[in-house]
């Protein structure tokens, strides 16, 4: 009954000291259009470079539903740059490009994980205006920022459906390693207490 108690313990620690993960979608629906885009989202936050913004486009029809974002400067150019900051470390993530009037690369993303640059991704382009193309980052994971930039494309791009599943980095928060420690003291306890 003892050794019972004891792996109950080491159960239910490991599942306290473990982060839950849960994925996101932000598909940009229920906002009107021309809504600056910058922390209505748990999780991420998106910003620009100087006297940019990202900002809701609603064009039915592009994307997958009525809005998409790109980035603009008092009028809609979207042509400058896109990021991402996320709160903690993300994996699984994808987005979509949408809007695209040129075939090959179109744009670029800088993948930063932990903070340090990894990578940097082709977004492409098959001249199909209205079909969104997938851009897939999964091979990656404890991205903390993305940067998407460099937009080739002549009628500039937009960007929707984000996907991404925030997680605990690979390097134990404090807490999780004060959790395991004061497990294995518990343990040493019940074992001197089981030998004595």
């Avoid at 019972?4 to 599942?15: E, K, S, T």
């Avoid at 910003?47 to 790109?70: E, K, L, M, R, Y």
């Avoid at 599943?165 to 294995?184: H, M, R």
Wanted: hydrophobic share 45%; net charge negative.
């Amino acid at each position: 009954m003892q050794r019972f108690g004891i792996r109950f313990f080491l159960v239910a620690l490991l599942a306290i000291a473990a982060s839950p993960s849960k994925a996101t979608l932000i598909d940009f629906e229920g906002f009107s259009n021309g809504t600056v885009i910058t922390n209505q989202f748990a999780g991420v936050t998106f910003s620009s470079n100087a006297g940019f913004v990202n900002q809701i486009s609603t064009q039915p029809g592009i994307g997958f539903g009525s809005n998409f974002i790109c980035t603009a400067s008092g009028s809609l150019n979207c042509t400058q740059e896109t990021i991402l900051t996320f709160a903690g470390v993300a994996s699984n993530v994808s987005f979509y490009q949408v809007g695209d009037n040129a075939s090959g690369v179109v744009a670029l993303v800088d993948v930063f994980v932990n903070n340090v640059f990894a990578s940097t991704v082709n977004v492409l382009g098959f001249n199909d205006f209205y079909t969104p193309n997938l851009v897939d980052l999964s091979a990656f994971s404890d991205i903390t920022s993305l940067r998407i930039y460099h937009i080739t494309d002549p009628g500039g791009l937009g960007w929707d459906n984000f996907s991404f599943t925030l997680g605990q980095n690979s390097i134990p928060e404090p807490s999780s390693v004060a959790l395991l420690g004061l497990g294995a003291i518990g343990l040493s306890f019940a074992r001197r207490k089981k030998f004595a």
